[in-house]
């Protein structure tokens, strides 16, 4: 707890982990040691950059097939469930996790499992985060978007700060050039649609026609996902993690 009345809890190591989900902590604190199999796809991105879509896009790709349903990255959200969860999904897995190269599991350099990583600008990511901590009660978030924005740039919260968390997972990418990655952006993602999507497939060794890339482009709309998860939502009865989903809602709340 804090003067902005935030609450989270803390890791003995000092990592923060969420309270507005059951976050796992014994997945968490023994992260390094959770098993990886050659077929899996870690989608590793710091909060709010566009995870749930991201998820959704590599699900239909490695199914072949778009289903509408309201199955989405939850299912392979590491931070929320056990280790025997996870040892009893299907493979190929599609894992998605926050966490810092160094608290990687450690098969990821055994060259096991295939990394999808995806940034976004930090001052949207700002303005989501700051939605999400107040959309969940849990986190007892006051004050206005300015109070927030001293914190995230702080890095006290989830995830820690945006900043190390990219520099820390560059410096990575360029000491193990041996471990499979595909870097996107949340921008070039929406702004190059069925490009960054075929680039995503041929990374994933799929091979989908123009026409499976527009339908999977229309079934993860922002729309669609809301309506297909009917999911969380605040206490003004609106979606926690489909929101506007645009590029530059900064503007709206940095002042000059
Ligand atoms: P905003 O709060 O700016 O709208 P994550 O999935 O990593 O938690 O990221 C959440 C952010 O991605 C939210 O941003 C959310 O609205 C946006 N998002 C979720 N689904 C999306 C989609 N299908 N298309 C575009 N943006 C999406």
Redesign the pocket.
Same mark, same amino acid.
Do not use: A, I, N
């Given at each position: 707890e804090d003067g902005c009345g935030m609450k989270m809890l803390r890791l003995p190591d000092g990592r923060f982990a969420g309270v507005g989900y059951k976050f796992e902590l014994d997945t968490l604190i023994n992260l390094t040691s959770l098993p990886l199999r050659d077929d899996d796809v870690l989608l590793c991105?710091y909060? %709010?950059?566009?995870?749930?879509?991201l998820w959704q896009n590599i699900r239909f790709l490695l199914d072949d097939r778009v289903t509408l349903d309201a199955v989405d990255k939850e299912t392979g959200m590491v931070e929320i469930h056990s280790r025997e969860y996870f040892h009893g999904l299907p493979s190929p897995r599609i894992l998605n996790i926050h966490e810092r190269p160094e608290h990687m599991p450690a098969d990821l350099m055994k060259g096991k499992a295939k990394i999808v990583f995806v940034y976004r600008n930090p001052k949207?990511v700002a303005?989501?985060f700051f939605?999400h901590f107040k959309g969940f009660s849990a986190y007892c978030l006051e004050g206005n978007f300015s109070n927030f924005l001293k914190r995230f740039v702080q890095g006290l919260v989830i995830s820690g700060g945006i900043f190390d968390y990219l520099k820390e997972w560059e410096t990575f990418f360029k000491k193990n050039p041996h471990i499979p990655r595909i870097i996107l952006s949340y921008e070039n993602f %929406?702004m190059n649609p069925i490009p960054e999507r075929r680039r995503l497939a041929s990374y994933l060794c799929t091979q989908p026609s123009d026409l499976f890339l527009q339908e999977i482009k229309d079934a993860?709309?922002?729309d669609v996902?809301r309506d297909l998860k009917g999911e969380v939502k605040n206490s003004a009865g609106q979606s926690v993690?489909?929101?506007?989903?645009?590029i530059g809602?900064w503007k709206n709340y940095f002042t000059v």
């Open positions: 991105s909060p %709010k950059s566009g995870c749930h879509w949207d303005v989501s939605h %929406k993860t709309s922002l996902m993690f489909y929101r506007k989903g645009k809602d």
